[in-house]
């Protein structure tokens, strides 16, 4: 069984362009975090997806981020316009049901804004 | 709120020397504990978690943690430490949240492994 995938797993743009991030959850797992961790800090909370409805939002930092999970599959997350603060590892990370205590992470995706 | 500490953010060990990483946690309840691996290159990988029971748990890689609610820590532990354990070390609690589970990690621990 496939794990959760993540692409890219670099991105280095210039401050004020737009990037994507892509993650592809298990097969099957209806719960879809994303989650991020500026460097030398913690592993923070973004937000939430059950299938396509976001559950929970409350970690992303403003509106210049917006998460989609198209058709409750995968899921992006798009910053735009990028800032330096932006700059980081984006982990994504995916549970089967609402009781689902144990997250599967993906390799994480390395977000450089210069 | 939950909150999840470890102290010690860059931890140094000889191969074959036995290891502790420390986590204390912040949660008014009994949480669901877990301690995860980073390796270069790689994603989170779960080392072993604590629902309830036996308090100490044992994990992957001939890794255990135990828990001690007295303490509020729940310090992961291996007797004899490998080359290829050298990776970075997260702690993390989950609490319920709206039906569904709401992780916090620490701000994790780097391990290097010398010869």
């Known amino acids: 069984e496939a794990g959760v995938t993540q692409f890219p797993s670099h991105s280095v743009i210039e401050k004020g362009q737009t990037v994507t991030l892509r993650c592809d959850p298990i097969?099957?797992?209806?719960?879809l975090y994303w989650y991020r961790r500026v460097m030398g800090k913690e592993i923070k909370f973004l937000l939430h997806f059950v299938k396509e409805s976001k559950q929970d939002e409350s970690g992303m930092p403003n509106n210049r981020f917006l998460a989609e999970r198209t058709g409750g599959t995968y899921s992006t997350l798009k910053v735009q316009p990028a800032e330096l603060e932006d700059s980081g590892v984006y982990f994504c990370?995916?549970?089967?049901?609402?009781?689902?205590?144990?997250?599967?992470f993906g390799p994480g995706t390395r977000l450089t804004v210069t | 709120a939950q909150s999840v500490t470890q102290p010690d953010i860059h931890i140094t060990v000889s191969e074959g020397a036995s290891l502790e990483l420390r986590c204390n946690y912040s949660y008014g309840a009994t949480p669901y504990l877990f301690w995860y691996v980073q390796s270069p290159g790689q994603g989170l990988q779960l080392l072993l978690k604590?629902?309830?029971?036996?308090?100490l748990v044992q994990g992957i890689k001939g890794f255990e943690a135990e828990f001690k609610r007295s303490q509020s820590s729940f310090n992961l532990r291996k007797p004899s430490v490998h080359w290829s354990d050298a990776a970075e070390y997260f702690c993390a609690v989950a609490r319920n949240s709206g039906g569904y589970q709401k992780v916090t990690f620490g701000t994790g621990t780097k391990l290097q492994v010398i010869p």
């Open positions: 097969s099957g797992h209806d719960n």
């Open positions: 604590y629902f309830s029971g036996d308090t």
């Open positions: 990370a995916s549970s089967q049901g609402a009781r689902s205590v144990v997250q599967y």
